[in-house]
């Protein structure tokens, strides 16, 4: 059983002044917030199979992780104002995700890459950007589906049970990530294949 408040498996641990923010004070270990955090979760996506609006936009984004973790946390919705281990500066956050859009939009006009790669590659640079103080990691592969899904293409197997937990399969997908941040998206591209 671990702590919610420490990171032993490359999610990004929660800082001082997110701690008192989580709505639920009974829950402490990781396993007990994945649980309820997945509640909440599987509502926003019986939400997303109704909502037929523009998701390319830091708007939808927002509202997207309120809905997902509202019920958990008081910052849902909100982006991070704390330095993490993984992410940019908490001041570039706007701006970066403004360009990331701007970049989604216009691989798709030109096709500059295949569906699945266009999805990817925002996948990666959003848990890069790491918007929010926690979630990033889930919010970012809904994104991909949905990206997938407003192509017409199918929806990747990320194997999502396995992901959240302490695993194998986590780990290949973490180093597959990093290798991505070195222009090299091989390996995600194998991954979710
Ligand atoms: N070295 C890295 N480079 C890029 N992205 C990373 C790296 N390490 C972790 N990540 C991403 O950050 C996520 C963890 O961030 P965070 O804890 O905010 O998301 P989460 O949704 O709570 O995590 P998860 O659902 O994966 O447990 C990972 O799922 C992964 O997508
Ligand atoms: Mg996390």
Redesign the pocket.
Known sequence: MSNIFEADD???PLSEEEKPDLKQKWITTREELNEFEAKGIFEAQVWLLTHKANILNTRFLQKLHKKMFANVWKWAGKFRVTEKN?GIAPYLISSELKNLYDDVAYWIENKTYKPYEIALRFH?KL??I?P??????????IMADLIMKRLNEKEFDWGEGS??EISKL?KN??NA??KA?SGDYSELLEFIN
């Open positions: 490359s999610s990004t993984i990666h848990v890069h790491h929010f103080p926690n979630g990033n990691g889930r919010i970012s592969r992901l959240i986590r997908y973490i990530l990093r941040a």
